[in-house]
């Protein structure tokens, strides 16, 4: 199951305690104590792989490395190693507390969620010229904790939508080496699933249904991905016994949860167009006609009518 919306709590590593440690040496008498090592930091890294976000799910807390103590003779105490934690580009970052936010985008891009503490001075750092034999010292600082809510938004060249079981699985498992579930009846996919046709990234967004906007079903769980897509193809069943209103419950949909998502550039397909007799698909053709929708059948069974679709990722992928 895709993993996209989470909170969890980010702690660095506490600076480690400075020594108060004297040379025994006779005639070499002197503070020998050496500084705390400073706590690890937290930081979040972008990859490209969408399940990124299952290591946070059992884990409400991740804490990083505290500093190590110094010692005497002048040995500084170990830095805590910095935590990095890999999320999927497309990951909206945002601290629960302040209310700051960031998105990641690219991967490799990393954000520092929080910072180690500082390791505390030992006393060698505190003699002088009237103070030759210092006892002070420093503790460590505390690392920041704060608490972060975790949202990923698909990044994807092309969105797949409309109703569940409009073939978009179908299609994109064959535009593509994506092994997507599919079946013949209606159901809407737990998770989307990505595809890539050449260097354009494909996303078989899941099922809309009517309502889905007001959080109907899956509801918006879906819809927030969307948003991320450049280009939408909207699938149509053939089977349908009424395309122009499964159309129009998609559209709605997407107007209604952000009136962005109505301009994005859309290809319509009349999907398992082989289901219906020529007859049938030139009547369907022509009733999304009268509402200014232009649709390009399509088959999975058909190989004109897929290279149809590969012309326009061409054109897409071109541009």
Do not use: C, W
């Not at 110094?70 to 890999?86: A, F």
């Amino acid at each position: 199951m895709l993993i996209d919306d989470l909170t969890v709590r980010f702690e660095a590593g506490h600076g480690g305690r400075g020594a108060a440690a004297f040379n025994k040496v006779k005639k070499a008498l002197g503070p020998t104590g050496g500084d705390g090592g400073n706590g690890a930091s937290v930081f979040l890294e972008g990859v490209p792989d969408v399940s990124a976000l299952k290591v946070f799910a059992s884990r409400k807390v991740i804490k990083a490395e505290d500093g190590k103590n110094g010692r005497g003779q002048y040995i500084d105490g170990r830095r805590g190693e910095d935590l990095i934690l890999k999320v999927p580009t497309g990951t909206r970052v945002t601290n629960v507390d302040t209310g700051y936010t960031r998105e990641i985008t690219e991967p490799g891009e990393r954000l520092l969620v929080a910072g180690g503490g500082g390791g505390g001075r030992g006393n060698f750092k505190f003699r002088s010229a009237t103070n030759t034999s210092p006892k002070e010292f420093e503790e460590g600082k505390p690392g920041d904790s704060a608490v972060y809510h975790l949202e990923l938004r698909l990044i994807a060249d092309i969105g797949l939508i409309g109703l569940p079981n409009a073939g978009k699985s179908s299609l994109l498992n064959q535009l593509t080496s994506a092994r997507s579930r599919v079946a013949s009846y209606a159901f809407t996919t737990l998770e989307p699933h990505l595809g890539a046709y050449y260097e354009l990234i494909l996303a078989d967004i899941p099922g809309l249904i009517e309502g889905a906007s007001a959080g109907k079903g899956l509801g918006v769980k879906f819809l927030k991905h969307i948003e991320r897509t450049k280009t939408l193809f909207h699938l149509v069943s053939a089977e349908s016994d009424d395309v122009v209103r499964d159309y129009k419950i998609v559209r709605a949909e997407l107007k209604e949860y952000n009136p962005e998502l109505a301009g994005k550039k859309e290809y319509v397909f009349l999907s398992k167009s082989d289901s219906v007799d020529g007859k049938e698909l030139k009547k369907q053709l022509a009733a999304l006609k009268k509402i200014k929708v232009t649709a390009t059948p399509v088959s999975i069974v058909d190989d004109a009518s897929l290279d149809a679709v590969r012309k326009i990722l061409n054109t897409i992928k071109g541009s």
